[in-house]
């Protein structure tokens, strides 16, 4: 499934038409989705930008919508972001799998969170995966050409030694499901400014 059919049902939302109302301004910057591959208990979330406020505001679809504002943690302003995908949800873990054989990683996916939204001008799916044996694998995909740009695997011990106790708390977190705003999105959009000098077109990178 395409990101259309949730931005369709957003927009008929009461929730949404009273935010519009407010703020005129805002545009779409981004959709986050979490795809638990074993208990097929999804999450999804688009998000709006409001220049006006300098807040992002997190629309969560499941069960009954519900909105939060949020401060940005970034000073640069996210780029709009339109709702046509070539990319399918669905398609994700198979994309991911093929470029695994590839590098030859043999760990099963078990959960992705997945974050699209304009790097540059492209529009980019950031993927982090849970994966079996405690391996977290970061992946981007370039949608218009389902090209893996980079991918890399990491342990969670790796992560352990190197990241901050309260980084290390989000990654628990994140990894049981509990992440179900999008302050992940925030850390994403300023992980890709660290990532923005690099042209996302550029060759995959080997892990």
Known sequence: MKIAPYISKLSTSPEYK???????????????FILDLENNKNQHVIDYYVPSKKKIAAFTLDNHITMQMMHIMTKKTPEKLDFKTNVDLDAL?????????????TDEIKKIIAVVQNINGKK??????????????N???????????????????????????EEIKQQMAAA??????????????????????E??????QTA
């Open 93 to 105: 873990q198979g994309i991911l799998e093929d470029e695994m054989k590839n590098r030859n990683i």
């Open 124 to 137: 980019i799916w950031n993927l982090n995966c849970m994966l079996s044996g405690m391996g977290i694998l």
């Open 176 to 197: 049981q499901g509990a992440l179900k705003k999008s302050p992940a999105l925030e850390e994403s959009i300023g992980a890709q400014e660290e990532d923005s000098e």
């Open 139 to 165: 992946a981007h995909v370039e949608d218009a050409t389902r090209t893996v740009l980079r991918m890399e695997k990491k342990s969670f011990m790796d992560l352990m030694r190197k990241l901050p106790v």
């Open 18 to 32: 009273d935010f519009t109302k407010k703020n005129s301004d805002a545009f779409m910057v981004a959709a986050f």
């Open 199 to 204: 042209d996302p077109s550029q060759p995959p």
